[in-house]
Each structure stands twice: as C-alpha cells, then as structure tokens.
C-alpha cells in the first residue's frame, strides 16, 4: 500500500512540472474575460527589470478595465526566445500583438510573422527596424539624450569630465538616447566625454563598468546613465568609492529607487519616461485599431527632466 501510494505521488509531482513548463513564459488574466473579448498577445522583452514590470502591469491594468483579454510573454532578454514566444501567441488566434522588442534588428522576423497572418502588430517603447507596424508608443529618446546633456552642461557650467553608460546599442532607445547626448556635448568645448560604455541597461553591470572606470580616472565630475538601473548600479559603485560629494549623477526613467535616490541627494537628476504609460497607452492604441479606427504610426509621449525640486511632482503612473 506504501508503495502504491508513493507512486501515486510520483506521479501526481510529473504531471504538475509538465503543466508548468508547458506554459512557461505566458500568462493571461484567467477565466473572469469574456471568451469573445478581443484578444491580445503582449511580448515582453524581459521582466528582470522594473521599467519593464511596470509596462506590464500598465497593460495589464487597462486590458482589465477594458475587457480585453491579454496574454503576456517574456524573452527574458533572448531574442531567439522572443521568436519562439511570438509563435506561440500567434498560434492563440490573437486580434492583435503587441511587440516590445529585444532587439531592434532581430524583431523584424516576429513582426513579418504576424504580418504573414494578418495579425496588427504595435511596437512599444522600442521600435522594429522591418515589417508592417501599425503604429508605436514610446518616448522621443534623442530628446531624452539631449535633455541630459543640457542638464550637466548647465550644472557643471560648461566645463568638466563625464562619463557614458549606454545601453543596449542594438535597439533604437539605446542609439538614440546616446545620439541625443553626444550630439549637444559635442559642442560644448570645454566638456570632455572621458569613458563611454554599454552596460546593456543592466544594474550589475553598470556597477563593474563604474568601478573599472572610478579606478582608472581620478577626476570625474559627471556620470550619464541610459537608464535608472544602470545609473542605480553606478550611484552603488560612486557611494562605495566615497565620491558620492564629487560626482553629479543623471540617469532616465524615473523609476522609484531613482527618486528615492534624489530625494536623498545621492542622485542629481534623471528623466522621466513613465513605463507604466506605455503599457497603457500600448493597450488603449490596440483598441482602437481593432475597432477600425485610425492611429498615429507614431505616438511619443512627453518626457520630463525630474530633479528635487520636482521629483514629488511627477506622476509616474
């Protein structure tokens, strides 16, 4: 009987871990949508990373108050497993697919997928460099690069040594973002860009590329980080270097432990690029292509540069 019983159990285990991983990295909201409701696909490129649960979660919260029947993926980074994640939802008879890519160039193959089946496709927060996109929402990530330059060049007084952190350079967020930096520095002559490198938008490794270069340069008045978790990453390597009082800090997103981060004054600023909006808008745009309504190809929503003096002010969500 202990036997039997135990083979019960066994069992019983297999067929739990089968049922897991055959729908590992999807989710939906469940049985309280409508089964007529209009369905979406929402491929997320990573959800190791707070900008982007906050995307999801603005999606997430508009679907539900609309209706809509979202089911949710994650790359986790890969673009390969981006590809397989697009197969996957266009196989679940989708009205419409939300893209937010892992890399700009490699998406086009998911989006010319969807187009193959008639699918609307939308990019969100990054764009695709191929295929039919019906429109994208996002922010204007040159202007991002541009605001934070005109920052330090205005605190710094037109003179010092910066660094750059720059993100992911296989997407247009990444490019862009450095692009909108360097092309206002460089014309400012006494403004010396001393080390710029990608940490891939990347916490940890934002951290070791700050320490390397905290170890290399002795003068550093400024550093410009692509992203609140990379500037989060280099504020940790500045802080354990004790040049929190030398170094003035700019990142982007405005995600919460970036305004905690300037309401103490260990940060100088960054830029606020809601996800949480994007998520939102990505979602109210997929409706009203559904219900045959026209939309801009291109939907930039306003970013804002965000300081102490302001950082309580800004909404995030």
């Given at each position: 009987?202990?036997?039997?019983?135990?083979?019960?159990?066994?069992?019983?285990?297999?067929?739990?871990?089968?049922?897991?991983?055959?729908?590992?990295?999807?989710?939906?909201?469940?049985?309280?949508?409508?089964?007529?409701?209009?369905?979406?696909?929402?491929?997320?490129?990573?959800?190791?990373?707070?900008?982007?649960?906050?995307?999801?979660?603005?999606?997430?919260?508009?679907?539900?108050?609309?209706?809509?029947?979202?089911?949710?993926?994650?790359?986790?980074?890969?673009?390969?497993?981006?590809?397989?994640?697009?197969?996957?939802?266009?196989?679940?008879?989708?009205?419409?697919?939300?893209?937010?890519?892992?890399?700009?160039?490699?998406?086009?193959?998911?989006?010319?997928?969807?187009?193959?089946?008639?699918?609307?496709?939308?990019?969100?927060?990054?764009?695709?460099?191929?295929?039919?996109?019906?429109?994208?929402?996002?922010?204007?990530?040159?202007?991002?690069?541009?605001?934070?330059?005109?920052?330090?060049?205005?605190?710094?007084?037109?003179?010092?040594?910066?660094?750059?952190?720059?993100?992911?350079?296989?997407?247009?967020?990444?490019?862009?973002?450095?692009?909108?930096?360097?092309?206002?520095?460089?014309?400012?002559?006494?403004?010396?860009?001393?080390?710029?490198?990608?940490?891939?938008?990347?916490?940890?490794?934002?951290?070791?590329?700050?320490?390397?270069?905290?170890?290399?340069?002795?003068?550093?008045?400024?550093?410009?980080?692509?992203?609140?978790?990379?500037?989060m990453g280099a504020l940790s390597a500045i802080d354990a270097a004790g040049r929190l009082d030398e170094i003035k800090l700019i990142g982007t997103d405005a995600i919460d432990p970036a305004q905690d981060a300037i309401r103490e004054?260990?940060?100088?600023?960054?830029?606020?690029?809601?996800?949480?909006?994007?998520?939102?808008?990505?979602?109210?745009?997929?409706?009203?292509?559904?219900?045959?309504?026209?939309?801009?190809?291109?939907?930039?929503?306003?970013?804002?540069?965000?300081?102490?003096?302001?950082?309580?002010?800004?909404?995030?969500?």
């Amino acid at each position: 009987m202990k036997k039997w019983f135990g083979l019960v159990l066994v069992g019983l285990l297999i067929a739990a871990l089968a049922a897991c991983s055959g729908n590992e990295g999807t989710s939906g909201d469940g049985g309280d949508v409508d089964p007529d409701a209009y369905k979406v696909g929402l491929a997320m490129n990573t959800l190791n990373n707070p900008f982007f649960v906050d995307l999801k979660e603005g999606a997430e919260e508009t679907a539900k108050a609309e209706g809509i029947n979202l089911i949710v993926s994650d790359s986790q980074g890969d673009p390969g497993k981006q590809m397989s994640e697009v197969e996957n939802l266009l196989q679940q008879d989708l009205d419409l697919l939300i893209l937010n890519p892992v890399d700009s160039d490699a998406v086009a193959q998911a989006v010319k997928l969807a187009n193959d089946k008639d699918v609307p496709v939308i990019t969100v927060d990054r764009q695709a460099n191929g295929g039919e996109v019906v429109s994208h929402i996002g922010f204007d990530a040159l202007k991002s690069g541009t605001i934070a330059a005109t920052y330090l060049d205005e605190e710094l007084n037109g003179s010092g040594k910066v660094v750059e952190i720059q993100g992911i350079l296989g997407t247009n967020v990444g490019r862009d973002r450095s692009k909108g930096f360097n092309d206002y520095m460089g014309d400012v002559e006494d403004i010396e860009i001393i080390a710029k490198q990608s940490a891939n938008f990347d916490r940890g490794e934002a951290l070791t590329v700050m320490e390397d270069i905290l170890q290399a340069n002795k003068d550093i008045d400024a550093v410009y980080a692509a992203n609140d978790e990379m500037a989060m990453g280099a504020l940790s390597a500045i802080d354990a270097a004790g040049r929190l009082d030398e170094i003035k800090l700019i990142g982007t997103d405005a995600i919460d432990p970036a305004q905690d981060a300037i309401r103490e004054g260990r940060m100088s600023a960054t830029i606020a690029e809601p996800p949480y909006f994007l998520g939102r808008d990505s979602v109210k745009t997929a409706i009203k292509v559904m219900d045959g309504e026209s939309v801009e190809e291109m939907i930039l929503l306003e970013n804002t540069l965000v300081t102490k003096d302001n950082v309580d002010e800004v909404k995030t969500r």
